[in-house]
Structures are given as C-alpha cells and as structure tokens.
C-alpha cells in the first residue's frame, strides 16, 4: 500500500530551478531516502507533500489526500520537519508548543515530556533567544508530539551537535520498528545508510533513480591499484574484459572498481597474470554516489553504469 505517492511533479522556477516530472512513492511502513545536495529540489518537494506550494503540473497525496485541495487535513495527521526552522517572535518553547497542540487537537503531555526529556530541551525560554540547535530540537518535539503515523522530515539533524545526531538517529530507528511511514530528505549519507529501506537520488530537480538500499550496499564496488611484472601480464588483464577506469602502459599499472558480481572474473583474469603489488581500497556509499553525481552517469545496482 502506498501511503504517500508523487506524480510528475512540476514546478518550475525558472533558469532551472524546480523540480520536473518528479515520481516515486513511499509504501506504508517503510522509510524513503530523498537523497541529494542543497538546492536539488527536496524541500521544493516537501513543501508540495504538505501543500504550502501549487505544484504547476502533476499530483501529490498522502493518505489518499490530494496534497494542494486537503492540505489542512494533512497538517492535522503528518509530522513534519521542515528543513528551516522559523518560529514565531513572543512565544516561549512552552507556548510555542500549547500552540501547535491546540492546532492538532493534541491531548495529553506524556508524549511531549517524553521527547523534551530524550531531546534535552528546556521550552520555557523565549524561542527568538533560542540557539539554532534549540529550536531544531523544538521543532522535532512538536513534529513528533502527536504520535503521527506519516513522517516528513526535510534535512531533520541540521542544526543538531554530534550527539543529539545520534539521539535523532536512534529514535527514528524505533519509530519504523513502531511502524511509521516516512519520507527522510538529507544530503548526509551516514543518515540514510542507517535509517533508510530504499533511496531515491534527485539532481536539478530531476530524480535520478530509486533504489533499494539494501541492493545499493551489496553493490559497493571495491578499488584496486595493480601493478604488474611485465608490459604482457598488463596487456593480458587490460583486454580480459574488465574495462579497469585508469591504466598506464609504462608503469605496468591500472586501476579497477570491482564489483560484486564480477569478482569471480576478476580473480580469474588475476590469476593468469604475474602480478608486483595489488593495493586495495573500498568504496565507500559517498565515493559511489558522488562518482556517479559529478560524472552525470546512471546509478545502477552493482556499479555504476555509462547514462
């Protein structure tokens, strides 16, 4: 069943900002990566799912609800996180949040004292004095208090120390043992490998790919340096059909990305040659993803394949 689903979202900004022709959904149960740099157009996303923006073609909905026509009713059910934390001037944390409860017909305060307690946070200050940290932190109690089952969370650790990084991290962990849905945008690729089921990879506003993350982990490549006794032995290996990424003839040396798949023939191909030193080197899911990024090659599972 698919709880939150997007397709062909447009919005076009001009002199290629937006996003275009944007599709993929997020099952129930399950937790969506949204993977990539600033400005690549997830929070433009985001801000359509919660309909704060008119998308100028395609659709968006969660539960069922079209995103722009019910957004009043998804402000009620969905937590969300957005990536700048703006509050208002004149409140305190506390109120700030009595606020927020009143708006989501929240009842009762054990949750809340629950996650002002896990989060460290102090809500009787003035929020205009908080820090950047202290009101990122407010701002995951209030997204969380309701006990939502549908999570978006749109760069949710920025602003946040190290520690309370892992704090956040660990929480989510046992809100999708709880069964949440939720949709994680972030450019920070330790949060995604540790929190996501699949991932999908948007750049200039265009998404890429999606992919299982399991598959993205099993298809890590590893690197190796190689050089070889004679100009033959590095012949031999160049044309065994392994189409290594760098090669120089002279110092009888290439480098290769080997990927799970393949690495029976590549153990093959090593044995019929004489080799001096073999140095290596794993890739790590920044390195594969950035090779493909910068390079605009297509993010397959088991390496990264010609666009």
Not at 134 to 140: P, S, W, Y
């Amino acid at each position: 069943m698919n709880v939150i689903e997007v397709n062909k979202l447009t919005k076009d900004y001009g002199h290629g900002r937006g996003i275009f022709d944007v599709t993929f959904e997020v099952h129930k149960g399950e937790t969506l990566g949204f993977l990539g740099p600033n400005g690549a157009g997830k929070s433009t996303t985001m801000r359509h799912l919660m309909g704060f923006s008119k998308p100028l073609s395609g659709t968006a909905n969660i539960g069922g609800l079209d995103c722009t026509a019910k957004h009043h009713e998804i402000l009620r059910n969905v937590g969300y996180l957005p990536g700048e934390v703006a509050l208002p001037d004149g409140l305190t944390g506390r109120e700030f949040i009595s606020m927020m409860k009143n708006m989501r017909n929240t009842k009762g305060d054990d949750r809340t004292d629950e996650l002002l307690k896990l989060f460290e946070l102090d809500p009787n200050g003035d929020v205009k004095r908080m820090s950047i940290g202290e009101k990122r932190k407010l701002a995951v109690v209030t997204a969380f208090m309701s006990d939502p089952d549908i999570l978006l969370l749109d760069e949710p650790t920025s602003g946040l120390d190290p520690v309370m990084q892992e704090v956040f991290i660990d929480f989510i962990r046992n809100e999708k043992k709880r069964g949440k849905t939720i949709l994680l945008s972030s450019h920070i690729f330790s949060e995604v490998e540790a929190l996501c089921d699949r991932i999908a990879i948007i750049k200039e506003g265009r998404l890429i790919s999606t992919v299982a993350a399991a598959d993205v982990k099993h298809g890590l490549k590893n690197e190796f340096t190689i050089e070889f006794e004679t100009t033959d032995d590095y012949d031999r290996f160049i044309h065994s059909g392994l189409s290594p990424e760098k090669g120089n003839k002279s110092a009888k040396k290439c480098v290769i990305s080997v990927p799970d798949k393949v690495t029976n023939h590549f153990l093959a191909a090593l044995s019929k040659c004489s080799i001096r030193s073999i140095d290596e080197h794993s890739v790590s899911l920044e390195e594969f993803f950035m090779h493909f990024y910068k390079n605009n090659k297509k993010f397959g599972v088991g390496g990264i394949q010609n666009a």
